[in-house]
């Protein structure tokens, strides 16, 4: 037992120790038997005071589950700091902005805020998607309150190291960059047992976010769960054919399976911290406190011989990209990226021919949309805007159109969860979490076409707000060149 409580935002800063966490599913249902066990379990935390937080699921695998925040606000009674995940899936800004107001008033300031699994069934059936924030937009709004109304959240996020290719990895890293930019201030990996992948996150961080802090995952692998995470049924967690293989194996030898299973716990959490993590979240089925005592301090004594232990978790599938392996930008090879490029390059000499205010005909087009814009003829060019991009880029009519900052590739109708900001973390071998194996993830393509035309970087610098509903319907066009008369307006103003 500690001497005293350590808060989660301490532990994180303070050298000399690594900060823990262990998260909860506190599950579906009214009564959920769940429910009750982590209140228990937070309780015998709260008086061992070895953990700075417990974390708090929001909904997993898309599933509705209870509402965390009641129990949240017992768990913190109980003496120890909640973490609550923060999902975009199934509420749009308003209600965002409602729950952190909430949140704060209850004194629930650590926020992990994430875009959240694409909802599945409720009881009513197929839930609608919302995603009318995403995390990073979400991070702004958190942070946006923390500066006018000294809401005081600590928000964090997550980032989804484990990706095969080029693309995914990159996205992942891109956005990462964004999440920090817009108030994360500290990070949790999600789940994954390469430690090459391991590793170069944790450099990335010391590199480019050293005030960051960084958590590492560790999960306690049952077989059940390692066959849902090969199968890619838990968005952004990889296991590899040769582990489940070990795993599958294991489950069949005599003695504690459970001991085995803690055992390669302790020996990840050994790993992370000799990489140099800041912090260790533990999570797995049906835990008891004593379980995850366990697991920190046999992983405690294991830490200073860790080196040996990093062939244990050498998971990597073949081809796998790595930021180590990166080429300065090349292009990417085949016929496939050859294709997009090609696309790209038309879409944007056509954009720029238009909308460039340098481009010769910009004069005449500009004075042509004057004349249409507000004259009868505008409903009939805002059809003719929506039928023209709706078979060119499958445009779904928001009027507050991105497609010239991504490719040309539309978030609102090609991405299950409208993401503008980058990819979410569910993708799998290229595949849309959503789709997988029918659609690519759209960064995956914006990334490849991007890669070739060596604009990439626009997927790590450009902050995209969120889409302005007020458009909804309108040209975006129109809506182009009417800004445009605005900001002019306003300079001769001044
Ligand atoms: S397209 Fe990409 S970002 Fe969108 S839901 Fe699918 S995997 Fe996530």
New binding site residues.
Partial sequence: MADEYISLKEALHRPDRLALTWEMVPGRGVNAPNQKKVLEMAELAAQDRLLHGITLTDSPGGKPSILTYPLAVAIKKSGIEPIIHYTCKDKNRSAIESDLYALAGAGLKNLLVMTGD?PMDSVMGQAKPVFDLDSVQTLRLAETLNQKEEAGFFAGAVVSPFKETEAETMAQYYKLDKKIASGAQFIISQMGYDVKKMDELAKYMRKKHPNVALIGNVFVLSLPAARLMHANKIPGCVVSDALLREIEAEAVLPGEKKERQLLRAAKLYAVLKGLNYDGINIGGHGLHYQDVKQIIEQGEALSADYQSLLPEFAYAKPGRFYLSAAQPTSGPAGEEAKGKTARLKLFQWLHETVFAKEARCFPLIRRIMKQIDDSSLEKSFTYFEFLVKGIANQCRFCGDCVLHELAFICPMS????Q?RNG??G??CEGW???FPGE?K???VSIYQAYRATREERVLQERYFPPCNWRLYKTSSWLNYFRQLEEEENEKREK
Avoid at 414 to 417: E, I, N, R, W
């Fill in positions: 694409y090609s991405c299950p969860k993401q990819a979410c569910g993708s849309c979490e959503v659609r993830c759209i960064y």
